[in-house]
């Protein structure tokens, strides 16, 4: 028997008696002619192609005929003379790929879907496991027990995506690090279309407790499985962690999802594996949004912010990209001029919960002024948070403009000591600026402080 295997990479694996016999690519068409015979086009007509991957003039045609509510087809092939249809159903009783679940309930056949969704509600969403640990549901969560040993965990292949070098997954997780103190990563490991090993790529050496969002790019891969398993740390110690919702998606350039104006591939409030959020306008506005009725365009490298007349008015910048959590710090830095402004301008960060409600405005400074400014927030209990600029209720007036350039927004690693000084990166920082300068700002080793207004700005203090 012969039984033809759709992949969503495009490629169509042919098995005779069990055994792989060829692999195609394949694709659809609407148009003629097909394998040198003319056939009829329009709305009401689809062909399928199949081409050997090994050989570009082994080609086969079909009409494809449809599928139905059970996913079986049946196509016609063209070649002059036998044009009987064929059928191809999933055989409930087969396992052909010998993952532990038939054809019919395999997670990791081909899918139209672009997103693979584990709750743990169920099953264990085609989770394997790595090593000699057990998995449970557990509360609508995936405990992951009897973890001793390196690369102990779970694993889960990514079979149902159209995995191309350079196609970008959106990544998201809970994870709860139960009683283990190892170093638990996340990963991904790449293959070339027959399975072979290519590379690991780690996205998370130290997971803990809380919501993670990382975009990937696949490198060279056809293939891919998500790994999530313990280092070689702690292994004297046998011990336990939780995942929950975990959602892979690929992000298609075609769309914007958020109707944001970004595609979802180039969205600057995608997560990314950076823990750096930078704009500095040279380009684009970096994701930066208006509030109310302001204009922002860019000038000579900056972001110019017109027709403020308004309190509350100004522009906004979601912190999506970023790992946000309570207790969580934030590098903040970014040059500041008044422009024609005589009303307050203030930086302050909107926390959110993990749905988007709002939690609280927290002022960082409610009176820019032209200079360089730094600072360390420190997130209270939000999961998200926006970064916002605006004109508070004073000179309601005026209709004014003000500029801003070089903002960014780093997340503190308490792991690193970025300058080799001895310091984790969470002790070691430059002390905030609170409240407005009397004259202007200097710097000593990196670090901008208050200038008195009868000193020149750019000298340190005695």
């Known amino acids: 028997m012969v039984v033809l295997e759709f992949k969503s990479d495009g490629k169509c694996y042919e098995y005779y008696n069990n055994s792989l016999s060829k692999t195609y690519f394949y694709s659809f068409s609407n148009t003629s002619p097909k394998c040198g015979y003319e056939v009829p086009i329009g709305e009401l007509f689809e062909y399928l192609i199949l081409t050997n991957i090994n050989d570009s003039q082994d080609i086969y045609c079909y009409e494809f005929l449809g599928v139905d509510n059970n996913n079986n087809f049946a196509i016609?092939?063209?070649?002059?003379?036998?044009?009987?249809p064929m059928g191809f159903v999933r055989d409930c009783n087969a396992d052909s790929d010998n993952d532990g679940y038939n054809d019919c309930e395999d997670p990791n056949n081909a899918v139209n879907n672009t997103t693979i969704t584990s709750n743990f509600t169920e099953d264990k969403g085609g989770w394997r496991n790595n090593g000699k640990v057990s998995t449970t549901l557990e509360e609508g969560r995936l405990k992951v027990s009897n973890v001793d040993s390196s690369w102990e965990g779970i694993n889960r292949p990514l079979d149902a995506l159209n995995i191309v070098p350079g196609q970008q997954l959106n990544i998201s997780l809970d994870f709860d690090q139960g009683d283990t103190s190892a170093n638990v990563r996340l990963y991904v490991q790449e293959q070339d279309a027959e399975g072979n090993h290519l590379s690991w790529n780690v996205i998370n050496g130290k997971l803990q407790t809380r919501t993670y969002?990382?975009?990937?790019?696949?490198?060279?891969?056809?293939?891919?499985?998500?790994?999530?398993?313990?280092?070689?740390?702690?292994?004297?110690?046998?011990?336990?962690?939780?995942?929950?919702?975990?959602?892979?998606?690929l992000l298609d350039c075609t769309l914007d999802s958020d109707g944001d104006g970004y595609n979802d591939c180039e969205n600057p409030n995608n997560a990314v594996n950076?823990?750096?959020?930078?704009?500095?306008?040279?380009?684009?506005?970096?994701?930066?949004?208006?509030?109310?009725?302001?204009?922002?365009?860019?000038?000579?490298?900056?972001?110019?912010v017109s027709n403020v007349d308004s309190s509350w008015e100004g522009i906004n910048r979601p912190l999506d990209a970023l790992n946000i959590a309570p207790g969580q710090q934030l590098n903040i830095s970014l040059d500041f001029d008044q422009g024609d402004t005589s009303a307050n301008v203030r930086l302050y960060v909107q926390e959110q919960d993990a749905e988007g409600n709002h939690l609280s405005w927290n002022v960082i400074n409610g009176k820019l002024q032209t200079r360089t400014y730094k600072y360390v927030y420190t997130i209270k209990a939000g999961y998200k948070a926006i970064l916002r600029i605006d004109k508070d209720n004073t000179h309601l007036e005026e209709t004014t403009h003000f500029y801003v350039d070089n903002i960014e927004v780093k997340l503190l690693d308490c792991t690193l000591d970025s300058d080799g000084d001895g310091y984790n990166d969470c002790e070691d920082r430059c002390p905030s600026i609170v409240g407005p300068s009397l004259g202007g700002v200097g710097f000593n080793n990196g670090c901008p402080f208050e200038v008195e207004h009868t000193r020149d700005p750019l000298l340190p203090r005695n």
Do not use: C, M, P
């Open 76 to 84: 016609i092939y063209i070649n002059g003379s036998i044009n009987q």
């Open 213 to 249: 969002k990382y975009v990937y790019t696949i490198k060279a891969g056809y293939k891919a499985i998500l790994r999530i398993d313990k280092d070689n740390t702690h292994l004297e110690e046998t011990t336990h962690f939780y995942v929950d919702n975990i959602e892979v998606k």
């Open 274 to 304: 950076n823990t750096t959020i930078t704009s500095n306008f040279t380009e684009d506005k970096g994701g930066w949004r208006n509030n109310g009725s302001v204009a922002a365009t860019l000038e000579e490298g900056r972001l110019k």
